[in-house]
């Protein structure tokens, strides 16, 4: 686990939320609902049996049985809540995303659906989840990206500003994209790749979106939360300026949630990999049918 120090999330609170508001989760889950089908989607793609799998984060197992139904023999669904696993298909196994209980190589692929954007460690639990992998085998993960809830991260910033005088956190910091790609290199994988989607989705008003959230126990969980609950007057002035800013014709709200989903491959000999710097044998100038010219040939030219 990571330093104490530098931990920006209380997992502990994470974990139990999720425990308390387990049927709730169940209920409201869209989005996990929607990440489940595209991670099943892009594996059908993939030319390859996964025999043997992990759904990381798994909660009640939709992932995980997506899996199952496209031919996966054996799945395993860890997560940290017990509740929430009690709904899942065995075997399941009650584990934190940051410090995994396997030994090294023994999983053909590894999912994992909204779940690691809320861990201390990322770079550490990629590490892990890398050696956890067989040669060859494939992580596939969601998460939310940088722009998830923006919307309501500027209403509760401002209304805190007004009526108290200042602001503490209360919405997670998610990560770019870019980021994120480079992290699966830093941790060791090959053929990295991260790419992301948008969802603008609507709510009757800026309090139904925070009651969902809360649902999916996914409300304020940073270490450097104000503990003391938000004041009524603030919470009704960040309701007032979200449908102010984010309102639609129809009367509802939006709020966007960006998925960023990574792909990468623990490393093995028969992949594909980079050619040396100058080991090209044709040139790109007889492939593209023109002449050639140095950097001196244009200085001349000019």
């Known amino acids: 686990m990571s330093d104490s120090r530098h931990r920006i999330f209380d997992r502990e609170l994470l974990a139990l939320r999720r425990d308390r508001r387990a049927e709730q989760v169940m209920a409201t889950d869209f989005l996990h609902r929607h990440v489940a089908d ?3 989607g892009r594996l059908a793609l993939v030319k390859r049996r996964f025999p043997v799998a992990l759904d990381l984060g798994a909660g009640q197992g939709l992932l995980a049985d997506r ?5 996966a023999d054996y799945v395993v669904s860890a997560d940290p809540s017990p509740r929430l ?13 940051e410090l995994l209980p396997f030994r090294d190589g023994c999983f053909d692929l590894v999912v994992s659906g909204l779940a690691l954007q809320v861990v201390d460690d990322l770079p550490g639990a990629l590490i892990q989840i890398r050696r956890a992998l067989k040669p060859d085998g494939l992580l596939m993960a969601a998460l939310l990206g940088g722009l998830s809830l923006h919307e309501l991260r500027e ?9 108290t005088g200042g602001a503490s956190p209360r919405v997670a910091p998610f990560a770019d994209v870019r980021e994120l790609g480079g992290l699966l290199q830093r941790a060791g994988f090959t053929l990295p790749v991260a790419d992301s989607e948008t969802l603008s989705v609507g709510y009757a008003s800026a309090l139904h979106l925070m009651r969902d959230l809360r649902s999916l126990g996914w409300s304020n969980m940073l270490r450097d939360r104000r503990r003391v609950p938000l004041a009524r007057s603030t919470l009704e002035r960040a ?3 979200y449908q102010q800013r984010h309102g639609r014709p129809d009367g509802r709200v939006k709020a966007t949630f960006e998925v960023v989903t ?7 000999e028969s992949q594909q990999k980079p050619l040396r710097p100058g080991s090209a044998t044709s040139r790109l ?3 593209l049918g023109t002449a050639e010219q140095t950097a001196d040939d244009k200085a001349a030219g000019s």
């Open 285 to 287: 100038a007889d492939a």
């Open 262 to 268: 990574l792909t990468g491959w623990a490393p093995h």
């Open 38 to 40: 595209d991670i099943a």
């Open 67 to 71: 899996l199952r139904t496209a031919g």
């Open 155 to 163: 209403a509760l910033v401002q209304a805190e500003t007004e009526t």
């Open 85 to 97: 696993l009690a709904h899942a298909q065995p075997p399941t196994v009650v584990a934190d995303e």
């Open 239 to 241: 309701i007032e300026i």
